[in-house]
């Protein structure tokens, strides 16, 4: 964990080096359709969303949580050396001051293991984030295909 704690702070410090002063190119937030895919009662699940940090200082996610799963984790996909795709969780994620973090296929994202129920296109999903400065912060978000 403390790895990729270091490894994101390197990356940040890389990017923001890189742009200079373009503050603006550095926080550009990529788009993203927020959603949850449909699954079956049992099953697993995947949330997409961005999450803004509007704080004037870097703030850390250290727990995701949905009611509509018994366990919620927050994953990165990954290629390993041998070019296979994996998956691992991430324990917490910093977000810069002023900065987001996107949740996505193929990269970040919420995995919702072992569902309570059905999740069909058109239902809709809560997500809450727990963060270290922020608190519990809620999205809703539509489950589509």
């Known amino acids: ?20 002063a373009e503050k603006e190119q550095v926080m550009e937030e990529e788009v993203v359709e927020e ?8 099953g697993t699940s995947a949330a997409y969303f961005s999450y803004s940090n509007n704080l004037n200082k870097p703030d850390t996610l250290i727990s995701v949580n949905s009611l509509i799963a018994r366990e919620t984790q927050v994953h990165e996909s990954y290629e390993t050396e041998d070019g296979m795709m994996g998956m691992r969780e991430q ?18 994202h ?3 293991m072992d569902l309570r129920e059905d999740l069909s296109a058109g239902d809709s999903v809560r997500i809450e984030l727990e963060l270290k400065l922020a608190g519990k912060v809620s999205t809703v978000l539509q489950v589509k295909p």
Do not use: D, N, W
């Open 35 to 42: 959603r949850v895919r449909p699954a079956a009662s049992g």
């Open 1 to 20: 964990m403390r790895y990729l704690t270091h490894f994101f702070t390197a990356l940040i410090l890389l990017v923001t080096i890189s742009c200079g």
């Open 110 to 112: 919420v995995m919702m």
């Open 91 to 108: 324990k917490e994620v910093i977000i810069p001051s002023g900065g987001s973090v996107v949740f996505k296929q193929g990269g970040l």
